[in-house]
């Protein structure tokens, strides 16, 4: 169980069934296997892409625990999604030579014959062409909600599939994502410039020894606490739009030695963080963009893929002005790919190649610290 990260949902875990059928330890351990099933089929979707006999994991289940029609045409849409994913990164230059995905089962409650069931999903993709010797994989930990009904036989049938954390961030998800809406400050907070996303960049080389912060103590509290959640400070997953990416990204740059700025938590001209109390540009979305450009710790870059170690990268999923999710970069790799880490999904050094191939509606904000 991953410290600090609320995984098992409101709902009871292991609420008594109030009609038949029974849901015994069989069963429930069936729902987890095939939970398993859909998410491995969708991790392998983005390594050999679909309709290859590692991507059919789920046909297997038939009987008393099942897809159902309907949620096997979702699955079918989804690996398509996937494999058109992994052609765009492919003409980006990321392949992944393989991939593991774990899924264990959280709870389960049982109303008659509707049962919904938490999962945790653990995935690790290996790049194909490794980022460096140190650096061979990327990894984030999902969370899911599954929805199953069972007929009068007793035969359990999966209905629905939803992702519960805040961003729906992950490589092998094909959700839409949830976006904040945030009003705009009367003083008239400043506004950032949209990064461009065409490969390659125009060269921005990053002055590490001009600023006197520590990027590498950033990107090294990021790889540290991006899934064992530090309890120096809250968890805000689930508390809103955006979750608890920006308290994250706040945190490293905290540990690389940007200083506490103290006033009322509502000033986006302030910042500070500790466990007790924290500022909204510590934990907001765009009020951290409006704090982070205002007081000239940061510049907007041009191109996403000028970003370098402990610069932060943000997204608005919708183009509506309000951006929805921030990352900070762990790594560089020699051919100019910048690597991000990020909660909510928690996920460690994904390629901004695999963000742009993802969500390439979005409109991407580019900040070198």
Not at 124 to 136: A, F, G, I, M, N
């Amino acid at each position: 169980m991953v410290a600090g990260v609320a995984l098992v949902p409101n709902w009871s875990a292991g609420a008594a069934v109030t009609d038949d059928p029974t849901v015994d330890a069989k069963t429930k351990a069936t729902f987890q296997r095939l939970a398993d099933a859909v998410f491995t089929d969708r991790t392998q979707a983005l390594v050999d892409g679909a309709g290859k006999t590692r991507t059919r994991h789920t046909a297997r289940f038939s009987g008393a625990v099942r897809m159902s029609g309907g949620q096997t045409d979702q699955q079918d849409s989804a690996l398509g999604q996937l494999r058109d994913r992994r052609a765009l990164l492919a003409k980006l230059g990321e392949k992944y030579s393989q991939g593991s995905t774990q899924v264990t089962l959280d709870a389960t409650q049982v109303n008659g014959r509707k049962a919904k069931v938490a999962v945790t999903e653990t995935t690790t993709l290996t790049y194909q062409r490794p980022v460096s010797k140190d650096q061979k994989t990327t990894g984030f930990q999902a969370h899911h909600e599954l929805t199953f009904k069972a007929d009068r036989t007793g035969d359990w049938q999966l209905t629905g599939i939803r992702d519960t954390d805040d961003g729906y961030l992950a490589v092998n998800q094909v959700a839409k994502p949830s976006v904040a809406t945030v009003k705009t400050a009367d003083d008239g907070p400043p506004a950032a410039a949209r990064a461009a996303t065409s490969w390659p960049a125009p060269a921005k080389p990053k002055n590490f020894s001009g600023t006197g912060y520590d990027y590498q103590a950033m990107a090294t509290y990021a790889a540290k606490y991006w899934k064992n959640y530090n309890p120096a400070y809250p968890d805000f997953n689930g508390q809103g739009a955006g979750g608890d990416c920006t308290n994250f990204v706040s945190q490293a740059l905290k540990a690389g030695g940007w200083k506490h700025v103290p006033g009322y938590t509502y000033d986006w001209k302030k910042w500070f963080g500790t466990a007790d109390i924290q500022s909204d540009s510590f934990v907001g979305v765009n009020e951290f963009s409006w704090f982070a450009l205002s007081s000239k710790r940061v510049t907007s870059l041009a191109n996403v893929y000028q970003l370098d170690v402990g610069d932060v990268l943000q997204m608005d999923f919708n183009r509506d002005g309000s951006k929805d999710h921030s990352m900070i970069v762990t790594y560089r790799d020699r051919s100019g790919v910048p690597y991000v880490t990020y909660h909510s999904t928690n996920t460690y050094n994904r390629s901004v190649a695999s963000l742009v191939a993802s969500y390439p509606t979005a409109a991407f904000y580019a900040y070198r610290t």
